[in-house]
């Protein structure tokens, strides 16, 4: 068990709906990162924040959005969704500066009919 | 741009050693990260490497980096069935602040009884 909690763990939504995956960090770091992980793009980095600001970006839709909340948990936001948005979405969290090794979620399996 | 290569498939015998391998083409790397997967579960940190090392050891797992020819490797000794999963190489390019990982395809280890 990595500290880090993602929820649901299953999402089973239509083409065009919106949702909310939540990850919440191990104690104590304060950086965040989102991964999709898909068959035909393997893992890809999406969006990090730290301490509740934006860091850096990825392979992130403009369609996605995703924010960290002052007790640091944070939200990917998926809307319009398409059927190749079906994928495992993982959250990781890391110290931040100087300690940036990441530790995983259990991810978010996301299914678009 | 960062480009991380792994074969896709190992098959060892049960109490063989596996090499996994990989390699990558950014050489600002400051870390490189091997992650274990298993069957419908998230990403295991298994074991890093400071880009200024040449290896490391711990218990089973033993990890070359050869930063001239910007390969690594991850060495498991005596290689359990449980060792069965897909093993990601990562390298962290280490950004001032963003210190997103950049995965490789995965290498799916097959550990025969």
């Known amino acids: 068990d990595s500290g880090v909690t993602q929820t649901p763990k299953h999402l089973i939504t239509a083409t065009g709906q919106r949702v909310t995956l939540r990850c919440s960090p191990r104690?104590?770091?304060?950086?965040v990162y989102w991964y999709q992980q898909s068959l035909d793009q393997g893992l890809q980095f999406l969006i990090q924040?730290?301490?509740?600001?934006?860091?850096a970006k990825g392979n992130i839709l403009e369609r996605f959005s995703a924010q960290q909340f002052p007790d640091l948990h944070s939200e990917l936001n998926l809307s319009s969704l398409e059927l190749g948005d079906s994928a495992l979405y993982f959250c990781?969290?890391?110290?931040?500066?100087?300690?940036?090794?990441?530790?995983f979620g259990p991810g978010t399996r996301l299914l678009v009919l | 741009g960062e480009d991380v290569e792994q074969s896709l498939f190992l098959s060892v015998r049960e109490g063989d050693s596996s090499v996994i391998n990989c390699t990558y083409t950014?050489?600002?790397?400051?870390?490189l990260y091997w992650y274990k997967q298993e069957p419908g579960a998230g990403l295991q940190l298994l074991t890093y490497?400071?880009?200024?090392?040449d290896m490391k050891q711990d218990q089973r797992l033993t990890v070359l980096l050869n930063k001239k020819d910007k390969h690594l490797s991850l060495r498991i000794a005596d290689t359990q069935t449980g060792d069965s999963a897909i093993y990601f190489c990562?390298?962290?390019?280490?950004?001032?602040?963003?210190?997103?990982?950049?995965f490789g395809t995965g290498t799916r280890l097959t550990v025969i009884p």
């Open positions: 490497i400071f880009s200024n090392m």
């Open positions: 924040y730290y301490n509740g600001e934006e860091r």
């Open positions: 990781a969290s890391s110290l931040g500066p100087g300690e940036e090794t990441q530790y």
């Open positions: 104690s104590g770091d304060l950086s």
């Open positions: 950014d050489s600002s790397s400051t870390y």
């Open positions: 990562a390298e962290s390019i280490g950004r001032t602040g963003a210190n997103n990982l950049f």
